[in-house]
Nanobody, 114 residues
Framework: VQLQASGGGLVQPGGSLRLSCAAS????????MAWYRQAPGMQRDWVAFINRDGTTTTYVDSVKGRFTISSDIAKNTVYLRINSLQSEDTAVYYC????????WGQGTQVTVSS
C-alpha cells in the first residue's frame, strides 16, 4: 500500500487549501478512507472520514463546516478541502484507510501563519 499526500503549504489565517492523496492499487474503492493530522508534540488524530463508496462523510467537531473530504474512485485519490484555516490547523496531514493500516506514507505539511 502506498499513500502520497500533497498540496500543503504556508497559508495565512482564513485561507484555503486542497490536499490530495494518491493511493496505490484500488484502495479507495475497497476501504473506507480518512485524513489524519499530527500537530507538533501531539499524537496523530483523525479529522475526516469517507466511506468506500463516497456516500458518507464524518468530521471531528473542530473542523466541521470548514473541511470537506471527497474521493475520486477512478483516480484512486482522496481529497481534503480546507477553508477558513486557523493556526490550530497547523500540522502534518496524512491520509490512510479507516481504520488505519500500519504504513502511513508521506504526509504533507500545512502551516497557518500570518
Amino acid at each position: 500500500v502506498q499513500l502520497q499526500a500533497s498540496g500543503g503549504g504556508l497559508v495565512q489565517p482564513g485561507g484555503s487549501l486542497r490536499l490530495s492523496c494518491a493511493a496505490s492499487g484500488n484502495i479507495v474503492s475497497i476501504y473506507h478512507m480518512a485524513w489524519y493530522r499530527q500537530a507538533p508534540g501531539m499524537q496523530r488524530d483523525w479529522v475526516a472520514f469517507i466511506n468506500r463508496d463516497g456516500t458518507t462523510t464524518t468530521y471531528v467537531d473542530s473542523v466541521k463546516g470548514r473541511f470537506t473530504i471527497s474521493s475520486d474512485i477512478a483516480k484512486n485519490t482522496v481529497y481534503l478541502r480546507i477553508n477558513s484555516l486557523q493556526s490550530e490547523d497547523t500540522a502534518v496531514y496524512y491520509c490512510n484507510t479507516w481504520p488505519p493500516q500500519p504504513y502511513w506514507g508521506q504526509g504533507t505539511q500545512v502551516t497557518v501563519s500570518s
